[in-house]
């Protein structure tokens, strides 16, 4: 899963959603926020027109690496 400080995802009806401090998956079948609080907010990839993510600070190595691997796993579980 990525990291954004805030998540931005403008919809096909031109609505926007905005999200702070989540972690996220996009991917052909939809987008997959998740909170701190653990709480999902799922979209089917035909609402979701685009997004745009701010991140505030830059992730270490380890961070970069660990959200590679985040990422890879759930393209994998996704398959």
């Known amino acids: 899963m990525q990291r954004a400080d805030e ?3 403008v919809h096909h009806d031109d609505t926007i959603s905005r999200f702070t401090d989540v972690t996220y998956t996009l991917s ?5 926020v998740v909170d701190p609080a653990g709480t ?3 979209f089917a990839g035909h609402e979701v ?3 745009h993510v701010l991140l505030t600070h830059r992730l270490t190595p380890r961070q970069h690496h660990q959200a ?3 990422l890879q ?3 994998e579980l996704a398959a």
């Open 68 to 70: 590679d691997l985040d």
């Open 7 to 9: 998540l931005i995802v």
């Open 40 to 42: 999902e907010t799922l």
């Open 49 to 51: 027109l685009t997004t």
């Open 73 to 75: 796993l759930e393209v």
């Open 28 to 32: 052909r079948a939809g987008l997959r």
